[in-house]
C-alpha cells in the first residue's frame, strides 16, 4: 500500500463546477500535509497548507481528518486555469522532513 | 529575488556515463532537498541536506548516487555510473526552517534521459 493515495483522475469538468478530490495516508504519525499544484512539465508550487481545522483560500478549501487520515481540497467556480495535477503531499513524523508524495490527481477543466 | 535554479534542465546520456546534477537554492535557505520522479509514479524523496550536512539519505536509490553541498550553497547530484532506470526528472527544494509548516519551493527539475 502507498504512503500516499490519490486517485489519478483525469477529473474532466465543465467551467464553473465544483470538483473535490481526496487523498489517504497511512502514517497516522504525520505532521504536516499541503496540497501542491503541477502544471505539465513544470515544478510543483504551493497550493494551500492543511490544517485540523481547515482553512480556505479564496475558491480552494482544505480539510484535513485526523481520524480517517484523509485530506480533501474542494475547488469551487473551476476555471480554465485550473488544470493541472493536485499533488497530495505529507510530511513525516517529527526527526526527518521529508515530504511523502501521492502520485497526483489530473484535472481538466473544460470551456 | 531568484527562485531554485537547476541545470542543465535537460540531460541525455548513454547508459554508462557519468552526469552531474546541480541545484542553486534560494539564497539564505539552509535546507536543501533532492527529489525524483520515475515515469508515471510519485516524486520520491531521496535526501536532505541542512546547511552542508546530510540530515536524511534514506531515500538513495544506490551507491552510483552521490550528492554534496560544500560550503552550505549550491549542491551537486552525480550519477556514476548511470542506468536506464535512473531515467526521470529530478527536482532539487529549498527551505527556510525544515519542510514542517514551511514551504518548500521546487526548482523546475532536470529531465535526465539515459539511454
Known amino acids: 500500500r502507498k504512503e500516499v493515495e490519490q486517485d489519478p483522475g483525469p477529473f474532466n469538468v465543465p467551467e464553473g463546477a465544483t470538483v473535490a478530490f481526496n487523498c489517504t495516508y497511512s502514517?497516522?504519525?504525520?505532521?504536516?500535509f499541503f496540497w501542491y499544484r503541477q502544471d505539465c512539465r513544470k515544478e510543483p508550487k504551493l497550493l494551500m497548507s492543511?490544517?485540523?481545522s481547515g482553512n480556505e483560500d479564496g475558491r480552494f478549501t482544505a480539510q484535513l481528518n485526523r481520524a480517517s487520515q484523509y485530506i480533501s481540497l474542494l475547488i469551487r467556480d473551476s476555471k480554465l486555469s485550473d488544470s493541472a495535477t493536485y499533488l497530495c503531499v505529507v510530511n513525516k513524523a517529527s526527526g526527518t522532513y521529508k515530504y511523502i508524495f501521492g502520485t497526483g490527481t489530473r484535472l481538466k477543466v473544460l470551456a | 529575488e531568484a527562485g531554485v535554479t537547476q541545470f542543465p534542465s535537460h540531460s541525455v546520456i548513454e547508459k554508462g556515463q557519468t552526469v552531474t546534477l546541480r541545484c542553486d537554492p534560494i539564497?539564505?535557505?539552509?535546507?536543501l532537498y533532492w527529489y525524483r520522479r520515475v515515469m508515471g509514479k510519485e516524486i520520491k524523496f531521496l535526501l536532505h541536506?541542512?546547511?552542508?550536512?546530510?540530515?536524511?539519505e534514506s531515500g538513495m536509490p544506490n551507491n552510483r548516487f552521490l550528492a554534496e553541498r560544500t560550503g552550505g550553497t549550491y549542491s551537486t547530484l552525480k550519477v556514476q555510473p548511470a542506468e536506464l532506470e535512473d531515467s526521470g526528472v529530478y527536482f532539487c527544494?529549498?527551505?527556510?526552517?525544515?519542510?514542517?509548516?514551511?514551504?518548500?519551493?521546487f526548482g523546475q527539475g532536470t529531465r535526465l534521459t539515459v539511454v
Open positions: 541536506f541542512v546547511k552542508e550536512s546530510k540530515q536524511d
Open positions: 527544494a529549498s527551505s527556510l526552517g525544515g519542510v514542517a509548516n514551511t514551504e518548500a519551493f
Open positions: 492543511v490544517y485540523s
Open positions: 539564497s539564505g535557505h539552509d535546507n
Open positions: 502514517n497516522s504519525a504525520s505532521q504536516s
